[in-house]
């Protein structure tokens, strides 16, 4: 085999130095890709998980409403139960009045129509003085139930002096009705 | 550029050798001994003391310009040469002399710090006398000048001793005798011919054997010989010279302590053609920047750790995402788990307590407004009302004065919006007056401004409570 001239070594080297510069450069660049991507990633996740805490701070504030709410109310909406709930906000009530001194009359309990957000209807007779009456308006929406009173109908009562006939239609509020009205408007 | 008189300072004078700096300005005198190390660079400890002791002779402050430091070389590493060039005008002859020197020299000229002086005609040619050395050699010597507030000026000490020398006619030979080593220079009236250095000197005397021409040229018996060096044996080293070599020898005896080198520079410097002086790498400048010796061993450390630091700089972001990311997709994740649970239990139920809030109707307040705004002895029944607001009664009043009163309280307190006596009529004794009344509450927004309190204060005066009992 015939020795390589020095002309031809010199074409050779050049040629071998070329090619590594290129293959350097090629890879440098790569590399730098790589790293620029993964960069990039991290610092969408890190603007994301930015954005998701400012989302979050929010939460603090309504987290405290819940709670003052639920101290408030007596009541703690996720331990509501659609079965139960009719049954447990008439007693509730009809407590409330013997508690008061109230003389319960009839209690009427009717389903509500399915258009509505209430579980059902609760009205209510009893007589009774005007201070136990009062008493009983202003404790029935913290008996621990979501109950709204609907209407109220006073009378005096004519065989007994001094006390009023009292005539309530309570509304037991439906929560799982409610949140899912709500889910569909949102 | 000439610096005024004002700023133009006594300039330093220096003579360096292998061994030794020594240093004069003025009346003050610095005597530096040089330590090297293997490579023959000066240590770190000699560059400061030299520094500190330079800086000491009143080197200029970074913000002026710096003053003038005259540095003799010593004849080790000096090339001297005489190039007969063509004749040519006096800007050409500088192009002519690199071209010279390019074929002539050993080394580049760009690696050389040389200097030229143009010597008289002679026979058609322009003569030319050529001092170069290294610029290698010089480094050290620029860098701790330039620090030490001096721009330095280098110049062969063999030529700048030839300025003690009188002047004559003809051929002249000065002789620098150190202790064990000498320096030779031999000049004719026009200029010096050629330097070497003698490896005897005053202590080793006796191993200078062998004929004249080797040591001193062929020209040597027609040469006057002046000797010089440090102290009081000149005398009696002459006579030796005479009567090894049979030369025409004269000390030139100077002042104690006084060096031959200096005392010859000052003179070339005060002289109007001024000192052959080598250009080197350092240009006057008053910068700060072209002050540093960038080979100098802390300056590379320290380039060293600003290039580590900035490779770390450029790469610590993506090191960062490399690291990190596991880590903060794990919290995002945790967060988006977070946000969804909260929207999922915490939005629907503070809602619903919200609305549950806002649903339950002020039936105590429409109550107790009611009895506050009856006048004595009326009497209302039936009373209903309901979650929508609508308010219905029936009520005995004992003349329409009342009933007037009594809608004019409720229309003006803020509860109330349309309220209307549906009917009125009066009893059948005509003692009192029968009616029937709506009304509907305000919007809650009005209702607000009432800021009616339910309390068990007791009600103002002419307000019966409670109205029912008949």
């Known amino acids: 085999m015939r020795s390589l001239t020095p002309s031809e070594h010199r074409t050779i080297r050049l040629a071998g130095l070329l090619i590594a510069a290129y293959l350097a450069a090629f890879v440098a660049f790569k590399a730098w890709q790589w790293l620029h991507l993964r960069r990039t990633a991290y610092l969408q996740t890190v603007t994301a998980a930015q954005t998701l805490k400012l989302a979050l701070e929010p939460y603090e504030d309504k987290v405290a409403s819940v709670n003052k709410l639920m101290t408030d109310y007596h009541l703690d909406p996720a331990l509501i139960s659609r079965q139960s709930e009719m049954a447990e906000a008439s007693a509730a009530i009809q407590k409330a009045a013997k508690e008061g001194n109230l003389m319960i009359g009839t209690i009427r309990e009717s389903a509500a129509p399915t258009s509505s957000k209430a579980l059902g209807t609760i009205q209510l007779d009893g007589t009774g003085p005007v201070n136990t009456i009062m008493a009983l308006l202003h404790t029935l929406p913290r008996l621990g139930h979501p109950l709204v009173i609907d209407s109220v109908q006073l009378s005096s009562e004519p065989t007994r002096p001094g006390q009023l006939k009292m005539n309530l239609t309570i509304l037991v509020l439906d929560f799982e009705l409610w949140k899912k009205s709500e889910a569909t408007h949102a | ?470």
């Open chain 2, 1 to 470: 550029m000439i610096e005024p008189a004002f700023i133009n300072s006594t300039p330093l004078f220096l003579t360096i050798n292998a061994t030794r700096l020594l240093a004069t300005r003025g009346n003050a005198t610095v005597d530096i001994p040089l330590e090297r190390s293997a490579d023959g660079r000066l240590t770190l400890a000699t560059r400061a003391k030299a520094i500190a002791d330079l800086t000491g002779l009143g080197g200029r402050k970074s913000f002026l310009a710096p003053a003038k430091a005259y540095c003799a070389l010593s004849a080790s590493g000096l090339i001297l040469r005489i190039f007969q060039l063509p004749v040519t005008t006096k800007e050409a002859l500088p192009g002519v002399l690199q071209l010279q020197l390019e074929t002539e020299l050993p080394l580049p000229p760009e690696e050389l710090a040389w200097g030229w002086q143009a010597l008289p005609l002679a026979a058609g040619k322009q003569p030319v006398l050529v001092a170069a050395v290294r610029k290698s050699l010089l480094e050290d010597y620029i860098a701790v000048l330039t620090a030490a507030g001096w721009q330095p000026h280098f110049t062969p000490g063999a030529l700048a001793r030839q300025a003690l020398c009188p002047p004559s006619m003809g051929k002249q030979a000065l002789l620098e005798v150190d202790a064990t080593s000498s320096e030779l220079v031999l000049f004719n009236a026009d200029g010096a011919e050629s330097v070497r250095v003698l490896n005897w000197g005053g202590d080793n005397f006796d191993t200078a054997t062998g004929p004249v021409e080797k040591w001193f040229g062929p020209e040597s018996a027609n040469r006057k010989f002046y000797l010089t060096g440090p102290g009081t044996g000149l005398d009696k080293l002459a006579q030796q010279i005479r009567q090894r070599w049979q030369l025409n020898v004269e000390p030139l005896t100077l002042p104690a302590g006084e060096s031959a080198t200096l005392t010859g520079l000052k003179k070339c410097v005060s002289q109007a053609a001024g000192p052959l002086l080598l250009a080197s790498a350092a240009k006057p400048s008053t910068g700060r920047w072209s002050r540093v010796d960038w080979n100098r061993p802390e300056i590379r450390q320290w380039l060293k750790r600003a290039a580590i630091l900035l490779v770390l700089l450029l790469l610590l972001p993506y090191v960062e995402a490399l690291l990190l990311q596991p880590l903060v997709t794990k919290k995002y994740t945790a967060m988006k788990a977070e946000k969804e649970r909260m929207a999922s239990v915490v939005d629907p139920e503070l809602r619903f307590l919200q609305s549950l809030k806002q649903s339950q109707p002020p039936y105590l307040e429409t109550f107790l407004l009611l009895a506050r705004s009856a006048p004595p002895g009326a009497k209302l029944d039936p009373l209903s009302v309901n979650q929508r607001g609508e308010l219905s009664l029936r009520a005995v009043f004992q003349n329409g004065q009342q009933v007037s009163d009594f809608r004019a309280q409720l229309s003006t307190n803020g509860m109330f919006t349309n309220v209307v006596v549906e009917e009125q009529s009066p009893t059948p004794d005509h003692q009192r007056v029968n009616i029937r009344l709506s009304a509907r509450w305000n919007a809650e927004a009005l209702r607000r401004q009432m800021q009616l309190s339910v309390t068990n204060a007791t009600p103002p005066a002419g307000g019966p409570m409670p109205p029912f009992n008949p």
